[in-house]
């Protein structure tokens, strides 16, 4: 099957630096995506990779390795309304699969 | 970006009645659209791909007969869940697709529906 595995939940400062990652199994996708939810909100695109590497786009980046079935969001810079749920997501065709999905709170 | 609504933003309704949602692609025409549900702290789950003008396909494990879906134009495409039960109740929320590879999906904003 497919599944993307992402951390429940992260924490952090005002001002730090996080990383989610996104593990996968499953192959033949077009790219990763990331988006971002606020509590009883709908998702909103982030950053999307097609190839390997690195995707800045300001405060956030996103990282692709194909290799290692792998890749994660980094957000810099963090500030408390950053906190919110952050999913991976793979385009397969022209449908996207959701990763577990983490919650990331950002403390004063 | 491009915008996509849906009405309702919630709904309450009783059990066994049946409740019509709508996905509007404000300013471009979606070839495509999704349906997708998601229940408190889980993750979105694709129920359906709905092509305007043909029937919409489902993930394994929706039902057909319960989850309508109708795209009967390019902007809009109708999710109407029959016979609702409680554990129906949940957030429910529609993408719409340009067509090209590489295009991303626009969200709605979502509809509550909350089944008594």
């Known amino acids: 099957g497919q599944s993307l595995e992402q951390p429940s939940e992260v924490t952090a400062v005002e001002g730090a630096i996080v990383q989610i990652n996104c593990t996968y199994q499953t192959s033949g996708f077009y790219g990763l995506s990331w988006y971002q939810q606020h509590d009883g909100g709908a998702p909103t695109f982030l950053s999307y990779?097609?190839?390997?590497g690195l995707e800045e786009t300001g405060r956030f980046s996103s990282f692709l390795s194909r290799s290692d079935s792998y890749g994660y969001l980094l957000l810099q810079e963090l500030q408390m309304k950053d906190s919110a749920s952050y999913f991976c997501a793979l385009t397969k065709g022209d449908k996207l699969i959701f990763g577990t999905g983490t919650r990331l709170q950002v403390f004063p | 970006g491009a915008v996509v609504s849906q009405h309702p933003s919630w709904v309450i309704c009783k059990s066994g009645t049946s409740v019509k949602i709508e996905c509007r692609s404000l300013d471009f025409q979606a070839t495509t659209m999704f349906w997708y549900r998601q229940f408190p702290k889980q993750s979105l789950m694709l129920m359906a791909t709905?092509?305007?003008?043909?029937?919409?396909?489902?993930e394994q494990g929706v039902e057909k007969d319960k989850f309508l879906i109708n795209h009967a134009s390019l902007t809009l495409s109708t999710l109407t869940v029959t016979s609702a039960h409680p554990e129906d109740s949940s957030f429910y929320i529609c993408?719409?697709?340009?067509?090209?590879?590489?295009?991303?999906?626009?969200f709605g904003p979502g509809t509550r529906l909350t089944v008594l």
């Open positions: 993408s719409a697709w340009g067509g090209k590879t590489g295009d991303t999906q626009y």
């Open positions: 990779n097609a190839l390997d």
């Open positions: 709905s092509n305007e003008g043909s029937k919409a396909t489902y």
